[in-house]
């Protein structure tokens, strides 16, 4: 199984932030897994950001909350993540990654920076 990250590198302040993993090997609707977005912003640790489940249920961190949406596309076997109004310190690696039941990160993607600045 391998995930891969896609988004757009560069936002500005004030847009939404959309990014892409993209499972292959596996299903996100079968596979019994959580999920899972994570970000490192630059010199800080990594921070948990939400998950979708194979049901489809979401969970997200309180301190995003509001600005965070994860979704699913079955027909391609993706999962997706929307920030909204970002701010330059959502400049971060994001990464998707697979969490088992319990509590493993199992499976990570590659990463992919995301810079916000205009």
């Known amino acids: 199984v391998q995930l891969q990250e896609s988004g757009p590198g560069l936002v500005k302040p004030s847009q939404t932030l959309s990014l892409t993993c993209t499972v292959s090997?596996?299903?996100?609707?079968?596979?019994?897994?959580?999920w899972s977005w994570i970000r490192q912003p630059p010199g800080k640790g990594l921070e948990w950001i939400g998950y979708?489940?194979?049901?489809?249920?979401?969970y997200y961190s309180p301190s995003l909350k509001s600005r965070t949406s994860i979704s699913r596309d079955t027909s391609n076997n993706q999962f997706s993540l929307q920030l909204s109004s970002v701010t330059p310190e959502d400049t971060a690696v994001y990464y998707c990654?697979?969490?088992?039941?319990?509590?493993?990160?199992?499976?990570w993607g590659q990463g992919t920076q995301i810079t916000v600045s205009s």
């Open positions: 990654t697979r969490r088992t039941d319990w509590g493993a990160y199992n499976l």
């Open positions: 090997g596996g299903s996100i609707t079968t596979d019994y897994y959580y």
């Open positions: 979708l489940l194979f049901s489809g249920s979401t």
